[in-house]
């Protein structure tokens, strides 16, 4: 049996960069029939959950990937991250493991780079102003990607602990070069916004029209198992929306929430990103229009993103490798 490499979340930091994520998630949404993806598994745990998801990439190289991660939103005050695991790869030929990864770096910037993706085909290419309701270590990734496409030139941080939201800011203007602040309010923060990512742990929507501009981008990050919701139903119903996957978001997105309420139903989604990425399906259409992007995450960016990691590690080198019999 070949040996298995087993990489950190340093590793894979040092091996890939945002650009790599979206050229894995680039593909992972226009491989179409290539993919296997069967539903994610929850996993009800005390204080959190697990979510299992799993796909195969049946292309030149064929490859699996499962991804174990624990959800525990009380974990920050422990000293721990509030989403940890790790992730399976293997051979789709032969069912051969060959490698065991941290998720945690994976997720977050696979994640970021969904959005980044989201937003180049539906937000207003001119956008320049940003803002983030949730301040944690996935908004940080979440700037670092759309900063790499947008010209921003203020941006809103928005947190329910408004000295999380204050350290953030600051931290993003020094990292970005573009302006960041604090906002007072939600509604402070988002009011003037071309760009709104929404990534807490909220079990309530916050986010309604209200808050929201005509014209504004929206991508709706947190809502990754059933009880959690960001977007409010009539702000669902309002807006264009577009998710990552169709049958995956009305079981534990935005979505979902918004068919329970009576305020949209599937057939009102206007797109999966994958019709908007490959051109099957429009994206932005009016100038005003709002577009809500539900982003669950799938299964298909993480093993897109391993495969591009493994493929790294091999040829670089610097990575621990262990026999598992």
């Not at 979206?22 to 005390?46: N, S, T």
């Not at 929404?198 to 309604?208: E, K, S």
């Amino acid at each position: 049996m070949s040996e298995v490499l087993v990489l950190s979340r340093a590793d894979i930091a040092r091996l890939m960069r945002p650009a790599d994520y979206l050229r894995a998630v680039d593909e992972a949404f226009r491989a179409g029939d290539r993919v296997q993806a069967p539903p994610p598994m929850h996993i009800e745990a005390i204080g959190g959950a697990f979510h299992a998801k799993g796909a195969a990439m049946l292309g030149d190289r064929p490859l699996a990937a499962l991804k174990l991660n624990g959800n525990f939103p009380d974990n920050p005050a422990r000293g721990l991250p509030t989403i940890q695991g790790a992730i399976l790869l293997c051979d789709a030929t032969n069912g051969a493991v060959l490698a065991i990864m941290d998720s945690i770096e994976i997720t977050l910037k696979r994640t970021a780079a969904a959005t980044a993706l989201a937003a180049h085909h539906l937000a207003r290419p001119e956008a320049s102003v940003l803002a983030i309701c949730g301040c944690g270590d996935q908004a940080r990734a979440q700037v670092e990607a759309l900063a790499a496409w947008f010209r921003f030139e203020r941006g809103f941080a928005w947190d329910k602990a408004p000295e999380r939201a204050t350290a953030f800011a600051a931290e993003m203007q020094a990292a970005h070069g573009f302006a960041f602040e604090r906002a007072a309010s939600l509604r402070a923060a988002t009011r003037d916004a071309e760009i709104i990512v929404t990534c807490t742990t909220a079990r309530a929507p916050f986010l309604d029209v209200e808050h929201v501009a005509p014209g504004a981008f929206i991508a709706a990050v947190g809502a990754d198992n059933p009880h959690k919701v960001e977007i409010a139903p009539a702000l669902m119903a309002r807006a264009k929306v577009v998710v990552d996957v169709l049958d995956q978001c009305a079981i534990m997105g935005d979505l979902r929430h918004a068919i329970a309420a009576g305020a949209m139903t599937a057939a009102d989604v206007h797109a999966d990103l994958a019709a908007i990425v490959t051109g099957a399906k429009l994206g932005r259409e009016r100038n005003d229009e709002i577009v809500v992007f539900d982003s669950t995450g799938t299964a298909i960016q993480d093993v897109a993103s391993a495969a591009l990691v493994y493929e790294r590690a091999a040829k670089h080198g610097g990575c621990k490798r262990v026999q598992l019999a």
